[in-house]
């Protein structure tokens, strides 16, 4: 069955540092979501993309954050410059329509020090 | 702001018996909802859907219902098995056919099913 992966696992990154979070959609999907759970709060949305460009992003996605499709399989999330505030786990997402259903990676743990 | 509440952070369950796991939304905006399924350390797993034109939706064990007037809606699990112990997150998405796609969860409901 396919499925969304996601690496790394589990990243360590000092504050200040520039982190790149990568994911593979299912490969016949062509819409591609991050989200992110701080510990002990609910799944938030960050950002949605759709035909190489950004579809919609929340207030969490400030100019800190960018998203890329290198290439025809990888999604990444960039965070240039880390804060504390941003270690959480982050899943990426991805679907074959609009408010569809979408299916989660099993994340990447940020811990920011 | 919390658009889509669930209540009830624990529920327990014997084996066989039902669960029912609730969520309820102010948005009336709303018009899809899901649930998802999410084991420790691993990703958000897509349980099964609705949409508001709907007020039930079922898929072997799972049914979920829709209650749009209450604006809540409930998933059914039936019967419960130990395997079904997880968290349980509800999630709705804005005008779908025409929404931007992104979904807004509720804080989960941890259910745990004893044998």
């Known amino acids: 069955e396919p499925e969304v992966t996601q690496t790394p696992s589990h990243q360590v990154t000092q504050m200040g540092q520039e982190v790149i979070l990568r994911c593979v959609p299912i490969?016949?999907?062509?819409?591609f979501y991050w989200y992110r759970q701080i510990l002990g709060q609910k799944v938030e949305f960050l950002v949605s993309?759709?035909?190489?460009?950004?579809?919609?992003k929340s207030e969490i996605f400030d100019d800190q954050f960018s998203v890329e499709r290198p290439d025809g399989s990888n999604f990444t999330l960039k965070i240039r410059s880390t804060k504390l505030e941003d270690s959480a786990m982050y899943f990426c997402?991805?679907?074959?329509?609009?408010?569809?259903?979408?299916?989660f990676g099993p994340g990447t743990r940020l811990t920011v020090t | 702001d919390q658009q889509v509440k669930q209540n009830s952070p624990s529920l327990s369950v014997q084996e066989g018996r039902i669960s029912i796991l609730n969520c309820d939304y102010t948005?009336?905006?709303?018009?899809?909802f899901l649930w998802y399924k999410k084991y420790p350390a691993e990703g958000p797993t897509f349980l099964i859907s609705?949409?508001?034109?709907?007020d039930k939706n079922e898929d072997g064990r799972f049914t979920v219902f829709l209650n749009k007037s209450a604006k809540h809606l409930s998933l059914h699990i039936v019967p419960s098995q130990p395997g079904d112990s997880a968290v349980y997150f509800c999630?709705?998405?804005?005008?779908?056919?025409?929404?931007?796609?992104?979904?807004?969860f509720g804080k989960g409901t941890k259910l745990s099913v004893k044998p």
């Open positions: 997402a991805s679907s074959d329509g609009w408010g569809g259903e979408q299916y």
């Open positions: 490969s016949n999907h062509l819409y």
């Open positions: 993309f759709y035909n190489n460009e950004i579809s919609e």
């Open positions: 948005n009336s905006m709303f018009d899809y």
């Open positions: 609705i949409s508001s034109i709907k």
């Open positions: 999630a709705a998405s804005p005008n779908y056919g025409g929404s931007q796609g992104n979904l807004i």
